[in-house]
């Protein structure tokens, strides 16, 4: 995973590209979902979720929850719990199972000690002041209250920004372009247990390594062009490079016979 510069993570905190552009809607994450049918091992993390919950009953409130792949999950298995979605984004929510908020995980609209489980998935590097943030989702755990995190590691699917440096140098006519943007870094697996420990008393920290073996560029394409909310940020032109990355990967399968990728992934389990 690369590094980002300081405007780069800037851009990935701001909260007007997050809500009208780079989850205005669901494609984009579904895009960056989707490459992981053919990662194995599989790992069902809405299922992971749903167990590490065994225990708990009352209110579970999903910051950032996207297009509700946990959320709607949990409705499912767990109907019991009261499952709160919520987003800083309106758009995103449109097809998460009710009841859900409009809301900054900055500033929940939750008294303290009200909720009994918060999930922070993917999300976490998202957020302007991430300590800030972690003491927020804290402050309404009720004792005894769990916080589910997730991030990727900084080594997480380092192919494709090979390959991004590898298009982007090519559009410039140069060895290496610039670096694509990453996402997790400033929240990354690395440093996800440092900041978490800055508020709760027990991390525990499950490690998900996985193989890509992908054999059709279509799903690479869409990853990357999926980051086109941060396309100013890239150092170069976006849409060709996304083009040139396709014409590599189709490249390498045609080769090799897949275009392999590395994953690494992690969930965080809080106690208070």
């Known amino acids: 995973m690369t590094s980002n510069t300081a ?14 552009s780079a989850y205005a809607d669901g494609r984009h994450l579904a895009a960056r979902q989707f490459i992981y049918r053919w990662q194995q091992p599989q790992y069902d993390l809405p299922g992971i979720v749903v167990e590490e919950l065994a225990g708990t009953g009352g209110i579970v409130l999903d910051v950032g929850c996207g297009n509700g792949k946990f959320v709607n999950r949990l409705h499912k298995n767990r109907p019991d719990l009261q499952v ?4 800083i984004s309106a758009g995103i929510l449109t097809d998460v199972e009710k009841p859900v908020l409009v809301a900054d995980a900055q500033a929940l609209p939750f008294a303290d000690n009200t909720v009994d489980a918060v999930l922070a998935l993917h999300m976490l590097y998202h957020v302007s002041d991430i300590e800030a943030t972690i003491k927020e989702l ?11 995190a997730s991030t990727n590691s900084d080594t997480d699917k380092r192919e494709l920004d090979q390959l991004w440096a590898k298009a982007a140098g090519d ?8 670096a694509r943007v990453s996402l997790s870094s400033r929240f990354s697996l690395e440093k996800a247990r440092g900041y978490l420990g800055t508020a709760f008393k027990d991390v525990q920290v499950r490690e998900l390594p996985g193989i890509i073996e992908i054999t059709d560029p279509a799903p690479i394409v869409a990853h990357l062009a999926s980051y086109e909310a941060w396309a100013a940020q ?3 032109p976006f849409h060709e490079t996304v083009s040139r990355a396709a014409e590599i990967a189709a490249a390498t399968i045609d080769a090799r016979g897949f275009f392999k990728i590395t994953c690494l992934g992690g969930i965080l389990v809080c106690q208070l």
């Open 7 to 20: 405007q780069q993570d800037a851009a990935v905190a701001d909260k007007t590209i997050l809500a009208n």
């Open 84 to 87: 709160v979605g919520m987003d």
């Open 138 to 148: 804290a402050r309404v755990l009720r004792s005894g209250g769990v916080l589910i």
């Open 171 to 178: 559009v410039l006519g140069i060895p290496e372009g610039p």
């Open 234 to 236: 890239c150092g170069v």
